[in-house]
């Protein structure tokens, strides 16, 4: 969990150890190079750094600045991208959600390769757990779900036991929704 996860950004490295996400490239105790990382996301709810194999890590908001720091240090390219997991979980947040809205938001996302039906097929996927994640455990949030919180409550976080995904199957829907995660464009 996000508890045990640690970083210690250093002159030319950055050391992670727990990354929360088991299919992840960082999982155990990583050292990521300047040279691995295409990009950097700071001004996401959750700043992102984007790999250059494709995946992309999550980082708590708290990182935000040294982020910055390490990605001026080395020269990465500080971006701002669509949240493409937030809009497709819009419908999960905790307030109303109308039909002329999510009709902007399928625009939205068509615009970025998914098509509504696609939207529709990912939306049913995921609803029992995003149910769980956001209304049964409580959290009630209103303003924000990403990726973060699809994989957390994917993995039974606040959504319990009953949605954990079995590791196969977690890491097969990792590599699928990092896939997803990249259709984002810059803006």
Do not use: C
């Amino acid at each position: 969990m996000w508890s045990d996860f640690q970083i210690d950004f250093q002159a030319k490295v950055i050391e992670i150890l727990n990354y929360p996400y088991p299919p992840s490239s960082v999982t155990q105790k990583s050292y990521l190079s300047p040279l691995e990382i295409d990009e950097i996301d700071p001004e996401k709810v959750m700043p992102e750094i984007r790999l250059k194999t494709g995946e992309i890590l999550f980082f708590p908001a708290g990182l935000r600045s040294k982020l910055q720091k390490f990605a001026r240090r080395h020269q990465i390219p500080l971006i701002k991208r669509v949240d493409v997991w937030s809009l497709i979980l819009e419908p999960f947040l905790d307030r109303d959600f109308l039909e002329e809205q999510d009709l902007q938001t399928k625009e939205t996302l068509k615009g970025l390769g998914l098509s509504p039906q696609e939207v529709d097929e990912i939306r049913a996927q995921v609803e029992d757990a995003m149910i769980a994640y956001n209304f049964e455990s409580m959290l009630w949030e209103r303003d924000h779900l990403g990726l973060p919180d699809l994989l957390d409550a994917l993995m039974g976080r606040l959504s319990g036991s009953k949605y954990r995904l079995s590791p196969e199957e977690f890491q097969e829907f990792y590599s699928q929704a990092m896939e997803i995660a990249q259709q984002a464009k810059v803006f």
